[in-house]
């Protein structure tokens, strides 16, 4: 509306061509000043966030390897394994057709990376 009246008062000649440019125009203005602004301005503010939290994580002192203290002695006894399963077994139902797993042994070392897979659903 703005702008017709700016044409007018300009002595400009206004058309239908120019009116339907300018609506086209204002409704890319519009989308933009209405969704993608308020988006960006939300991310930007989620993006501070992170790189706050990052910075603070990395920021951070190494920390020493996990040991254990021996009952009987002073001595510290280093651990080789974070997860250590033997024999072990998992069982979801009591009837003998459902999922179970049997004899799983798995250790698995400090700062190791592990991705336990296997079909769709399997659990």
């Known amino acids: 509306l703005v702008s017709v009246l700016a044409c007018i008062a300009l002595n400009e000649s206004v058309t239908a061509k120019k009116i339907y440019v300018l609506i ?3 409704g890319i203005l519009r989308k933009s000043a209405c969704t993608i602004f308020p988006q960006a301005a939300f991310q930007t503010a989620e993006i501070t966030v992170v790189f706050k939290r990052l910075n603070r994580f990395l ?3 190494e920390r020493m390897p996990v ?3 021996n009952q009987n002695s002073n001595q ?3 651990t080789k ?3 250590f399963i033997q024999n072990g077994l998992a069982r979801w139902n009591e009837s003998p057709t459902s999922f179970e797993l049997k004899d799983v042994n798995i250790k698995i070392k400090p700062r190791a990376t592990v991705a336990i897979i296997g079909p ?3 659990g």
Do not use: A, N, R
Request: hydrophobic letters at 45%; aromatic letters at 12%.
């Open 81 to 83: 394994d974070v997860i």
């Open 59 to 61: 920021s951070l002192e």
């Open 67 to 69: 040991s254990l203290m």
């Open 120 to 122: 769709v659903g399997s």
């Open 76 to 78: 510290t006894v280093q």
């Open 24 to 26: 086209s125009y204002f």
